[in-house]
Structures are given as C-alpha cells and as structure tokens.
C-alpha cells in the first residue's frame, strides 16, 4: 500500500561537481520526502554473503600516476598544482613537498557494491552514511563523471525510506524518483558498532518511460559518521 510520508530531516547536501567521490555534511538542508513507499527493516544477527569490494581502493578521481611514478592530477587539479607541473606532466623537482600538500591522495576504500537502471548512471562504488539524528540516518551515493543521480536512504528506526535523487547536466532535467517496492536486510550487531552492512533491492515509480522498470541493488559496507554539527 503507498504511504504518504511528510518527513523533514536535515541531510547532507553535495556539490555537483566531477571528481566528488567524498561527501561530508558541510551544508545541510532540510528535504521532504513525500509519497514514497516506506520499506521496513529486516535486521540479521550475522548478514552472509561476499562483501570483499570494501578491500577495493581507488584514488580520489583525476589522480594517476604519470610515467615517471609520481601522482599527480589531470583536470581536477586544486588551486596552483597546475603550476607545480612541467609541460611533460612531471612534478618540479622543488615543487614536490608543496603539490602533494595541496593534491589529495587518499586511498578511498569501496563502500557499495551495486547495480541500477536509472537516467544518467553508469555505476557507483562509494556510499556515505551520517547520522542526523538519535534514531536517523542518512546514507546517499557519491556522483562521478558518468554518474548524475544517486540513491538517498533515509532510515528511521526499523522503516526506510528510499528515493533517487537525480542531479542531471542537461537543464531542467532533475528529477526524485520514489520507490515503489523493496527490501532491506542490515547487520543488528555491525550496525551497533557504527557500521551499516546490507543488502538491498528497491523499485522505483517513473512516468516517463513505464515499460523500463527502473531499480538500485546491490551491498553495502559503510561506516557510520556521527551527527553533524554543521546545521
């Protein structure tokens, strides 16, 4: 049965920009969730299955190493690591302890293992979990070159509330699609240790195209970042 659901928590809200693979609560808003349908909580004590992609790890994106071994970046460059390169792409000899200051080289670990069927997705390895308040948390996935829409899961004590938020490049294209059917199984004892692991399957309801069914699933392994402060 759909449920109209009016329910205000603040989130975190992420830049559009490629390249953002990190997400932190530095603006945080107020969003609406209506006419979703709320997915209860199926909590395990010992979730099985093969989570081995959060051992996987890639740079933050536009970082490679170039042909003489040094990371550097290409196209996605902080303020001034331009200058820092030489017209080989080769960091200047007295230029190294001050680029990799400015260049972020974090070894970001994968969060989400998925697959979807959605406008503007071509896959996303990375989901960020914060809690917003006592009993709420807010998870959504990270955007990237190819991808411009992400699923957001509000939860709510045992009830989930799932959507697809898309940030689409063409103008006026943006769109929230809600779900229409799903499931959600989470780790009881992880999640108590500030993990989320889970599985999940969610149906979403889109006008456009009604023959193409549109759906996100797949794992997840996300720690869980406290409250921000930052309202």
Not at 16 to 35: A, D
Not at 82 to 106: G, P, Q, V, W
Not at 143 to 152: A, I, K, M, Q, R
Request: include cysteine; aromatic fraction near 14%; charge should be positive.
């Amino acid at each position: 049965m759909k449920s109209i659901i009016l329910l205000c928590i603040f989130i975190s809200l992420v830049n559009f920009s490629y390249g953002q693979r990190k997400m932190r609560c530095t603006n945080c808003v107020p969003v609406i969730l209506t006419n979703t349908t709320p997915i209860i909580v199926k909590w395990v004590t010992n979730l099985k299955g093969d989570f081995s992609f959060r051992h996987k790890w890639e740079y933050p994106e536009g970082v490679y190493k170039n042909k003489y071994g040094q990371l550097i970046c290409d196209g996605l460059c902080p303020n001034g690591a331009e200058n820092m390169l030489d017209h080989n792409r080769k960091i200047l000899k007295d230029s190294l302890k001050a680029f990799y200051k400015i260049l972020d080289t974090t070894h970001l670990y994968h969060s989400i293992s998925c697959t979807a069927w959605s406008y503007e997705w071509s896959g996303t390895d990375f989901i960020e979990t914060t809690k917003t308040s006592l009993d709420t948390f807010f998870l959504k996935t990270a955007l990237n070159v190819g991808t411009h829409c992400s699923l957001e899961l509000v939860i709510v004590g045992d009830t989930c509330f799932p959507v697809i938020n898309l940030n689409s490049v063409f103008q006026n294209h943006g769109a929230v699609f809600y779900c229409k059917e799903g499931y959600i199984t989470i780790d009881e004892s992880l999640w108590q240790k500030g993990i989320v692991k889970a599985v999940f399957e969610f149906k979403f309801r889109h006008d456009k195209d009604s023959e193409m069914p549109m759906f996100w699933k797949g794992k997840i392994y996300s720690k869980i970042n406290p409250e921000s402060t930052n309202r």
